[in-house]
């Protein structure tokens, strides 16, 4: 028979207390990790500036009016975030601009405040639609975001000039046709910075999930990533029929202000919105 003196007894209690502080060390240092690895999902989404038509590719027998819905948000998987009324909001036709942002009306994309216009289309061309948005401060990245988007649409069979520059600080010219294209066809597009191209660009692609039918097996792929080459030249070929983003992020050659004053890195993302189209059997 075992006889557990004082001391013995004071030994065992102590370790008992010693377990529980190291059992709570672990759960704090697992809950920490957690927290952590959560914080590393949300900021790891990508920022997307959007502008979506309710047609790209406008015929004769089509509606000569197309809604355009301008927002911020990740795509993907659905999360909205503001988008203030934009800097700039222009249609490049012929060669020139022409501004519509006082024609922009408030509206609402995934419960957050945005954009849309009706544009009457009235003769057969390519029309680019862009926006500059205000700077939007991202404090979790420590940096200023601004998303120089666009999006393209053909109407009634003139297809030229798709591959024109508008001459934005930064952009993706397309170097297949933005529009006209099946799911599973690639698309390639040069990004440039200051009108010229950026060798290795980094370009993060992410599927407009508006249906919330698609699922990304993990979040490693809720936002694809892929470089450019040399020449600046990109190539992805999408897996669902729907509308893509690409963004192509650079640093800015300038910064901006918090109001306290203190100044902040840009990061300046040049955005083209692409809609892939199923086959269909006749």
């Known amino acids: 028979m075992e006889i557990y003196t004082t001391k013995r007894y004071e030994d065992s209690s102590v370790s008992s207390i010693r377990i529980k502080e190291a059992f709570m060390k672990k759960s704090i240092q697992t809950g920490l990790t957690a927290a952590l690895i959560l914080l590393f999902t949300l900021q790891a989404s990508a920022h997307f500036g959007m502008v979506i038509p309710s047609d790209n590719m406008i015929m ?18 659905m999360i909205g975030m503001e988008l203030v009324k934009p800097r700039v909001f222009d249609v490049f036709i012929n060669g020139k601009n022409k ?66 520059e508008i001459g934005l600080k930064t ?14 066809n690639v698309f390639q597009g040069i990004v440039k910075l200051n009108g010229k191209p950026v060798p290795y660009a980094e370009v993060e692609i992410e599927y407009y999930n508006e249906d919330k039918r698609a699922a990304a097996p993990t979040d490693y792929m ?16 999408v897996p669902r029929s729907g509308w893509w983003g690409f963004a192509a ?28 189209e199923n086959w269909k059997e006749q």
């Open 222 to 237: 809720i936002t694809q990533t892929i470089k450019a080459n040399g020449a600046g030249v990109f190539t992805y070929a």
């Open 60 to 77: 004769q027998e089509d509606p000569r009016t197309v809604n355009l819905v301008l927002s911020f948000s990740h795509p993907m998987e």
């Open 171 to 184: 952009e993706i010219v397309p170097l297949s046709k933005p529009y006209g294209l099946y799911t599973g």
């Open 99 to 164: 501004s519509l942002l006082n024609h922009l009306k408030q509206t609402r994309v995934m419960e957050y405040p945005a954009w849309q216009i009706d544009y009457r289309v009235k003769r057969p061309g390519v029309y680019m639609f862009f926006m500059e948005p205000q700077p939007y401060w991202e404090s979790a990245e420590d940096v200023f975001i601004i998303h120089y988007t666009k999006t393209v649409v053909t109407a009634f069979g003139d297809d030229e000039g798709w591959d024109e």
């Open 249 to 276: 992020l650079n640093e800015a050659d300038f910064k901006l202000k918090l109001k306290s004053g203190e100044e902040k890195g840009v990061e300046i993302g040049a955005v083209i919105w692409v809609k892939f």
